[in-house]
């Protein structure tokens, strides 16, 4: 059997159909060719220039780092030190997991009891970061600190924080913002309640912890706004439990994680648009990857349009397949399905869409009217390629990341072909 497509092979097949794309809407005339240029661009950022996530990840010894990284990922990726610290020198590694892969600088602990096993005793652990910022610039940089830390000495950690984000400024002219991160919420008061399957908890003592917590916040919140170069740059204060436990075959004993997907959530949203995807999709949070899945079917629906409103008879047919069958693609890839063109391609026949002889017919016939009729008929032409996309990509979010079967998938295409063309129609009526 032949073995699926790695994420990568399938990155790089998106990469190529962009290409090719781009080197077939360069031919459309004037100002059609410009909107769809702009959009083109965008796509192309979304899918063609992706990349890992690059965060630089800080704080003292059993913060709960590696927890953190393993939590993202819902695997064991990064090693933990339960006996003394794992990291002897600031460091980027890229962590890789079944689905996608982050940049990480792992630190050495702020504040460390003693220097780690190969780690130079000569430099400080701000002095080991900083030499690594040098060789690339993070997106983000996340404060780790334990929920039993935040009020015992926790202002030299901030001005080490602060320096931290001084030389990013310095060296790349970026302000990186700043997501401060509460571990080890699951050891609050009281220890028993369980965030984790907080609606089986009592609720009494579920507010009582819960409570605890966010004064936690606050108070570290407090602490980094009174700070001039940190206020500015921090978006949040989460409190979180990122406690997984493993065998020694490597398989899961007990998951623990509490607001992961919130902290993913936060950092999805300061990320810059190349490293999206990726995050969406490795750490499979089903909103994020409808939204990117969202956004990329309006992306792909616009330019649709746009094509089918070029004045060339015909010349818009191969265009529009090849953008349909890259929306189906790309959403699938989001969802962390192996797709292929290929696949795509049966995706769009199973929803009702004939690819082949009969589509082509079709979409002949569709370019014919503009052909007779120049005026009118290029606003249904328009009106049926943006609604037959928007279809498309909503069927697919619902087929691979909500999991719906087939036959609902289909009828969801239905649902929004007809609802979009007529929104569209009625639009152009009134213009």
Same mark, same amino acid.
Request: proline content about 4%; hydrophobic content about 45%; overall charge neutral.
């Given at each position: ?11 790089? @097949? ?80 890229? %962590?890789?997991?079944?689905?996608? &892969? !982050? ?11 003693? #220097? ?14 900083? @030499? ?5 610039? #993070? ?31 310095? @060296? %790349? ?6 997501? &401060? ?8 008061? #009281? ?65 623990? /994680? ?12 300061? !990320? ?8 969406? /999709?490795? &750490? @499979? ?82 370019? !014919? ?13 328009? &009106?049926?390629? %943006? ?11 619902? %087929? ?32």
């Amino acid at each position: 059997m032949t073995e699926p497509p790695a994420p990568s092979t399938l990155r790089s @097949q998106l990469v190529s159909s962009v290409e090719r794309l781009e080197e077939l809407l360069a031919k459309l005339p004037g100002p059609i060719g410009k909107e769809v240029k702009l959009r083109i661009g965008e796509l192309r950022t979304l899918l063609a220039e992706q990349r890992a996530p690059r965060l630089a990840v800080v704080g003292r010894r059993g913060s709960g780092k590696s927890s953190l990284v393993n939590a993202i990922f819902g695997a064991k990726i990064a090693e933990l030190g339960h006996e003394r610290a794992m990291t002897a020198k600031g460091e980027w590694h890229t %962590y890789n997991g079944a689905l996608g &892969a !982050l940049d990480i600088l792992d630190t050495r602990g702020l504040q460390e009891g003693a #220097p780690p096993e190969g780690a130079d005793a000569k430099a400080s652990p701000l002095e080991s970061i900083l @030499q690594e910022v040098k060789t690339k610039a #993070p997106d983000i940089v996340l404060f780790l600190i334990k929920a039993s830390d935040v009020d015992a000495a926790v202002d030299e950690d901030l001005r080490l924080l602060s320096e931290l984000s001084k030389s990013v400024d310095g @060296q %790349y002219r970026i302000k990186p913002p700043i997501v &401060a991160v509460v571990t080890h919420c699951d050891e609050v008061e #009281p220890k028993s309640v369980r965030l984790h399957e907080a609606a089986t908890e009592d609720a009494a003592d579920l507010a009582e912890k819960t409570g605890r917590i966010t004064r936690i916040e606050r108070l570290l919140e407090e602490k980094i706004r009174a700070i001039p170069g940190l206020r500015d740059q921090l978006v949040t204060v989460l409190g979180i439990s990122a406690y997984q436990s493993w065998r020694a075959d490597g398989t899961r004993r007990a998951d623990e /994680r509490w607001h992961i997907d919130e902290l993913v959530s936060f950092l999805f949203h300061e !990320l810059p648009d190349q490293a999206r995807v990726e995050l969406a /999709r490795l &750490a @499979q949070v089903q909103k994020l990857q409808i939204d990117i899945a969202n956004r990329l079917t309006l992306l792909v629906a616009g330019i649709c349009a746009a094509v089918a409103a070029t004045p060339i008879p015909v010349a818009d047919i191969l265009p529009i397949t090849a953008l349909q069958v890259s929306l189906v693609t790309a959403i699938g890839h989001v969802s962390g399905r192996t797709v292929t063109a290929k696949t795509a391609g049966e995706f769009l026949v199973a929803m009702g869409v004939n690819v082949g002889a009969g589509f082509a017919l079709r979409e002949t016939a569709r370019a !014919l009217v503009k052909f007779v009729f120049p005026g009118g008929g290029m606003y249904v032409s328009a &009106a049926v390629a %943006y609604a037959g996309t928007m279809a498309l990509g909503r069927s697919a979010v619902a %087929y691979f990341i909500r999991g719906v079967s087939s036959e609902d998938a289909k009828a969801a295409f239905s649902s929004v072909y007809k609802s979009v063309k007529r929104e569209r129609s009625e639009k152009n009526d009134h213009e």
